[in-house]
C-alpha cells in the first residue's frame, strides 16, 4: 500500500495550492481519507478527512480556507488550500483507514504517505 503526495511548494501569503495525494494498493475497506499537517515543533494537526461516501470533515480552525475533494478515477485526493498563511507553513501528509466515522484524527488513520512541503512567506 502506497501513499504520494504532491504539490507542495513555497508561495506568499494569500495564494492558494492544491496538493495532490495519489493511493495505491489499498483494499476497498480502506475507505476514510485525510489530510494532516505537521510544523517545526508542533503536533501533527488533522486538516480534513472524506469517506467513501463523500462525507466531509474540515479542522474548523481553518475557516473555510481548505478544502478536501477526491478523483476515484485517479484513486488521488485533493486539498484545495487558498488564501493561505504563513501559519500554513508545514509538512503535509495524506492518510488513508477504516475509521467511521471519517474524521481528521491522527490515531485513526495508519497508512501514511511522506509528506510534502508548504511554505508560506
Known amino acids: 500500500v502506497q501513499l504520494v503526495e504532491s504539490g507542495g511548494d513555497s508561495v506568499q501569503a494569500g495564494k492558494s495550492l492544491t496538493l495532490s495525494c495519489t493511493a495505491s494498493?489499498?483494499?476497498?475497506?480502506?475507505?476514510?481519507f485525510g489530510w494532516f499537517r505537521q510544523a517545526p515543533g508542533k503536533e501533527r494537526e488533522g486538516v480534513a478527512a472524506?469517506?467513501?461516501?463523500?462525507?466531509?470533515s474540515h479542522a474548523r480552525s481553518l475557516k473555510g480556507r481548505f478544502t478536501i475533494s477526491r478523483d476515484n478515477a485517479k484513486s488521488t485526493h485533493y486539498l484545495q488550500m487558498n488564501d493561505l498563511e504563513p501559519e500554513d507553513t508545514a509538512m503535509y501528509f495524506c492518510?488513508?483507514?477504516?475509521?467511521?466515522?471519517?474524521?481528521?484524527?491522527?490515531?485513526?488513520?495508519?497508512?501514511w504517505g511522506q509528506g510534502t512541503q508548504v511554505t508560506v512567506s
Open positions: 472524506m469517506n467513501r461516501d463523500g462525507t466531509l
Open positions: 492518510a488513508a483507514g477504516r475509521a467511521y466515522p471519517c474524521l481528521p484524527v491522527a490515531g485513526l488513520f495508519p497508512s
Open positions: 494498493g489499498f483494499p476497498d475497506n480502506y475507505y476514510c
